[in-house]
């Protein structure tokens, strides 16, 4: 059924209960996936995939996907809709109070007061203005541009090295470390494996489908999740997902799911699914590997050759230190999978020769660092890691991780790098950067010391925000905390193509183009880069707005610095072509002929080859076979089970062992009683984030015009709630309106909410008023995993939930906001 057709199913059907169904039905049935190519149109780009614009006097109408996209996504669909959306900003826009009274405004009627157009002069002279004068009077450490967000891909357009260029130019900034994505797991890898492990190739599919007979999805959902990719997205893996499924009806490979919901990807396997209660994964494989041990099963030869300090670990998990041996009981007992389940699935683990690629959701959770630390030391305990198709692997369900690489070269973009003779007040600037979900949290607490793998971090005073292609009053958790922050600030201004939540809450917005509407370059594929794309401008900028480089251009010419963030070039294609004949020199090195530039532009791609020995790769091979040949990035050089390092920190919320430390909130603590359910909020399939939304695409998954709360029958009866209803999830923090899905596809005890829905206060400006649509963020903790990695710990929350039996309040936030 094509999407069009199902929305028009959708409009005819008024209950909600047949979009949980259809939501349910497409997920088993179909790898997900949308229209067929026609090779003849404008080529372009985007992180749901490549396309072709369709254009129809000046205007975007539709596309056809890229020929060589073997599982394009039916999200790319929804990008006209997107250009044209309601929500287009489409002049540029300031707060009514910050225009008459500028940084002395009263900055608590964000998000209430009305917008007032201006002219693009009188918007780029204020901003610069705004930008001297902070920088002046309190100094670069009291401007945060950490901007972190999923802009529109390309190596050009990327505005937040285009602001952090300009800002830099302008004095400096205060930036960001690690991203919401991998906060704990990218900081504790490198002290366990020695490299970040969560954004490298992993062991190719087809050896993983040669080799594995046990394939396991821990926490992780890759049908829905590689849809998408940092770069443009090539969906390489959908076709290994298609084999494994042949494999796994043939009874070749069995496929387990470890996760609280059942998922689109379990659904599509028919996985065999074990349920842990959320956050509980750690004391699963305490008792997996309590039993590996006491059986003298585990493999103590990959032990003693490839990993170092497993005897503190082996004192901890027997008991030595807390009286306290991680049996199968008491791991069952707090994670509430049966006994007989845990052993039997460690005992498959080890019997048959096993993949375990486990997602990221897991450590968006209190002490999250602890999750791929222990899986690591399981996976030791196996003894199969560097073994074709075995092992474990941490990015099979992002980015198309394990479809093999292309002989590429790489692809260069913009920097920050400033190339000028002249000084300037970028000369003293000395980067100074904090953990980014750490943010709001430095807003509200100047001069608090923070720990951080090792460090100290001062938080500086932070007057002003300038945000550039993202959404933090989506992707940031305790909404109204951060609405309280804020307050705090003199300056707030946002680049961005839609009145998202966070460009209403912005002293000034300016209007920002999408890919379409402009120039670019990228690769295709993240991690196999099968292609070099032209991302063509198929249209005009939409109404006035203007591209991240044209708007960071103006405002670096009136801080008398134009020629610096240039770089001396007179257009945007001299940078294109730039990058794209430094790529090619770069091949030519490695013996890759690639087209003129011209000949590129003009066909749309270049495609590479993948060879022989890229499609066996095994990650961890030649470690395994010759370790001291091929020693780790860990300071032993090998595994580190536990590490001296961390030993070294001292921290009480992370030992120098992986163990489980109980989190902030979870369906055993205290505060259970009060909020018996906890909510989950994996991302979503229809969207990414917050983007697409206010497209037509809502129509496929919302339910009474709200965003799904997918709930347990059985917690659903005990509140009197029925698939449809709308509902009101509650907790301490905050409160939002959702639509419910009864289902069995979550544990009881659980609930799940996508991340990603636009927050749409009922009463903006009021303390703690209600969202109306579903911005789950409404609900969770704003704190860091652990003083090691300061991760977001999105994934560990707890919540009740109330039929809302109340006339349901309009949803505003897709249409503009109040214009003077
Ligand atoms: N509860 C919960 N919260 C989460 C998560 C979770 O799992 N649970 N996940 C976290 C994760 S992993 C992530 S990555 C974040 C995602 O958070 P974000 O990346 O902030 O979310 P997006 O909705 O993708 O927002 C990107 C914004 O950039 C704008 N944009 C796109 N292209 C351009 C451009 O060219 N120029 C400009 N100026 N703007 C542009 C879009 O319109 C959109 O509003 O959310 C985090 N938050
Ligand atoms: N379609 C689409 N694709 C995307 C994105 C998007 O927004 N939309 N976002 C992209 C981005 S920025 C990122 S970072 C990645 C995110 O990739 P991930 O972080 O892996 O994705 P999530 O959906 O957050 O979580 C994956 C699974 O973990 C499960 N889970 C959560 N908590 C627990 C737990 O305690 N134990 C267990 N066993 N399982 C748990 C969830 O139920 C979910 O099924 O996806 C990328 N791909
Ligand atoms: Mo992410």
Redesign the pocket.
């Known amino acids: 059924m094509g999407n069009i057709k199902r929305r028009e199913f959708l409009k005819g059907s008024s209950a909600a209960a047949a979009s949980a169904l259809l939501f349910n039905n497409l997920s088993a049935n179909s790898l997900i996936s949308g229209p067929v190519a026609n090779k003849s149109k404008s080529i372009s780009g985007s992180h749901f995939g490549a396309f072709r614009a369709h254009v129809k006097g000046g205007q975007f109408t539709g596309v056809t996907a890229f020929e060589d996209d073997p599982n394009p996504s039916p999200m790319i669909n929804a990008l006209p809709s997107r250009t044209y959306a309601k929500t287009r900003v489409e002049y540029p826009m300031v707060r009514e109070g910050f225009l008459k009274h500028g940084h002395k405004s009263d900055t608590s009627k964000r998000g209430t007061e009305k917008f007032v157009r201006v002219s693009w002069e009188k918007a780029l002279d204020l901003v610069a203005s705004e930008i001297q004068r902070v920088q002046k009077k309190y100094g670069y450490k009291s401007i945060y541009a950490g901007s972190y967000g ?1 802009y529109c891909t390309g190596k050009l357009h990327n505005p937040q090295t285009l602001m952090n260029r300009m800002m830099k130019i302008s004095g400096g900034y205060v930036g960001r470390i690690g991203d919401y ?1 991998t906060g704990a797991a990218q900081i504790i890898l490198p002290h366990v494996l020695g490299s970040i492990e969560v954004y490298e190739q992993q062991t190719s599919w087809p050896l993983v489908l040669k080799h594995a007979k046990n394939v396991v999805f ?4 890759p049908l ?2 590689c ?2 990719e940092w770069d443009v997205a090539g969906h390489g893996a959908f076709p290994y997902l298609e084999q494994l499924k042949k494999a796994h009806k043939k009874g070749q490979i069995d496929v387990y799911s ?4 059942k ?1 689109d990807t379990a659904m599509y396997f028919d996985s065999t699914m074990i349920k ?1 209660k ?4 750690v004391a699963m494989m305490l008792g997996m590997m309590h039993y590996l041990h006491t059986t003298k099963q585990y493999d103590e030869e990959f032990i003693k050759k490839y990993t170092v300090g497993f005897k503190d670990f082996e004192d901890y998990l027997l008991g030595k230190v807390d009286n306290t041996p991680k049996t199968l009981k008491w791991a069952s007992n707090i994670c509430g999978v049966k006994e007989e389940e845990i052993k039997k699935f460690a005992q498959t683990l080890k019997d048959k020769k096993s993949m375990l690629m486990a ?4 450590q ?2 209190d002490h999250g660092e602890q999750f791929h630390w222990t899986l690591v030391t399981l996976a030791c305990m196996l003894g199969q890691i560097g073994v074709p198709g075995c092992g474990f692997g941490f990015s099979y ?2 980015s198309n991780g394990g479809t093999p690489s292309s002989h590429a070269p790489g692809l260069g973009g913009i920097s920050t790098n400033i190339n000028s003779s002249r000084q300037g007040p970028w000369t003293k600037y000395e980067p100074y950067n904090i953990p980014c979900a750490r943010m709001v949290d430095m807003i509200s607490n100047p001069g608090k010391v923070i720990d951080f793998n090792g460090r100290k971090i001062e938080y500086p005073e932070i007057k002003m925000v300038y945000w550039t292609s993202g959404n933090p009053f989506h992707h940031h958790q305790d909404r109204n905390n951060m609405i309280e922050a804020w307050k705090r600030l003199e300056t707030f201004i946002v680049h961005e193509p839609h009145w998202t939540p966070t460009a209403r809450m912005a002293d000034i917005v300016l209007p920002a183009t999408t890919e379409i509407e402009r120039n670019d370059i990228e690769i295709i594929g993240d991690y196999n880069s099968s292609h070099i794309i032209a991302m063509k401008k198929a249209i005009e900028p939409v109404k006035e707005s203007k591209d991240d480089y044209e708007i960071c251009r103006l405002i670096s010419k009136r801080l008398g610095y134009e020629k610096e963030f240039t770089d001396g070039k007179k257009t945007q294609m001299d940078w294109i072509k730039e990058f794209y004949n430094n790529s090619k020199m770069q091949g030519e090195n490695k013996g890759i002929k690639m087209p003129s530039f011209e000949e590129f532009w003009e066909k749309g791609y270049v495609k590479f080859e993948v060879r022989k020995e890229d499609k066996n790769f095994t990650r961890y091979e030649k470690y395994r076979q010759n370790p001291m040949l091929h020693p780790l990035g860990t300071p032993s050089g090998k595994i580190e089970i536990s590490s001296r390092v961390i030993k070294k920190f001292n921290y009480d919320d992370c030992l120098h062992y992986p163990s489980w430390i109980e989190p902030a909130e979870w369906l055993g603590s205290k505060e259970s009683k009060k909020y018996p359910l906890h909510v ?1 909020s ?4 229809y ?3 917050s983007q697409l939304s206010n497209t037509w695409i809502r129509d496929l998954y919302e339910v009474n015009g709200r965003e799904p709360i997918w709930i347990n029958p059985e917690d659903a009866k005990k509140r009197g709630i029925k698939n449809g209803d709308i509902v009101k999830v509650y907790n301490k923090r905050g409160s939002t309106l959702a639509g419910a899905i009864v289902t069995n596809n979550v544990l009881p005890g659980v609930v ?1 909410m996508d991340e ?1 829905g636009w927050y749409d206060p009922k009463e903006p400006g009021k303390d703690k008023t209600m969202c109306k649509h579903g911005d789950v963020n409404q609900l969770t903790i704003d704190k860091g995993t652990s003083k090691l990695a300061q991760g977001n710990i999105s ?1 560990t929350a707890l919540v009740e939930i109330e039929k809302y039996t109340k006339q349901a309040p309009e949803i505003t936030v897709f249409d503009k906001p109040a214009i003077v």
């Open positions: 999923w994505s821990w926490g992780a959902n829905v999740t849809q998408i470890v996760d609280p919901v998922n842990p959320p956050n509980t994964d997602g990221w959701g897991v968006r959770a369900h992002y989950l994996p991302h979503p399939k969207r990414l984030h799940k990603g994934n």
